[in-house]
């Protein structure tokens, strides 16, 4: 992995009616209002973050995780976090963007706690049943991942 756009975040989405999509490419997605399209891509959305959310539209999304190394050495190298050290020696991952939709900063960790949470994340089909990943919190913001997901178009149709 080269570039944050080479992560894969999506596994398998799967809708009933429909069954598998291929999370590849551009997909398009049709229906009248109502229909539950925004709720499909916030049932992706949330579960890309790691809410521990049920699923409202899509009977299954499963996701990737990516491997610790080659994901944070890319996004370090695409800007979304710089490595300091203070004067103590102590290093520290800075992120150099804000909660979303806050504007507040999002307070550097010691990389020691990024493979802490990396660690200890696995992804599972039901995720009601564990707590918010720490990590997906962290490092999967929806800003990050948008650049890595597939492009997906929502158009709504009037009835």
């Known amino acids: 992995m ?4 080479d992560f894969k975040p999506l596994e398998e989405v799967t809708l009933p009616g429909i069954g598998d999509l291929r999370c590849s490419g551009l997909i398009l997605i ?3 209002n109502s229909s539950g399209k925004s709720q499909f891509l916030q049932d992706i959305y949330l579960r890309l973050c790691g809410e521990p959310r049920s699923l409202v539209v899509a ?4 996701i990737s995780k990516p491997d610790y190394e080659p994901f944070m050495k890319c996004l370090e190298a695409e800007g979304y976090f710089v490595t300091v050290t203070d004067d ?8 150099l963007t804000t909660y979303l939709g806050t504007g507040q ?4 960790i010691e990389p020691k706690q990024a493979q802490i949470w990396h660690g200890s ?3 599972i089909e039901e995720p009601s049943v564990r707590l918010r ?5 962290y490092f999967g913001l929806s800003h990050m991942l948008q650049s890595a997901l597939p492009c997906y178009s929502v158009v709504g149709q009037s009835v």
């Open 2 to 5: 080269e570039h944050l756009s």
């Open 30 to 32: 049709v229906g009248p």
């Open 59 to 62: 009977t299954d999304v499963r």
């Open 88 to 95: 103590n020696g102590t290093s520290r991952l800075k992120p």
């Open 105 to 108: 900063a999002v307070t550097p």
């Open 121 to 123: 994340y696995t992804p």
């Open 133 to 137: 990943s720490e990590f997906l919190n």
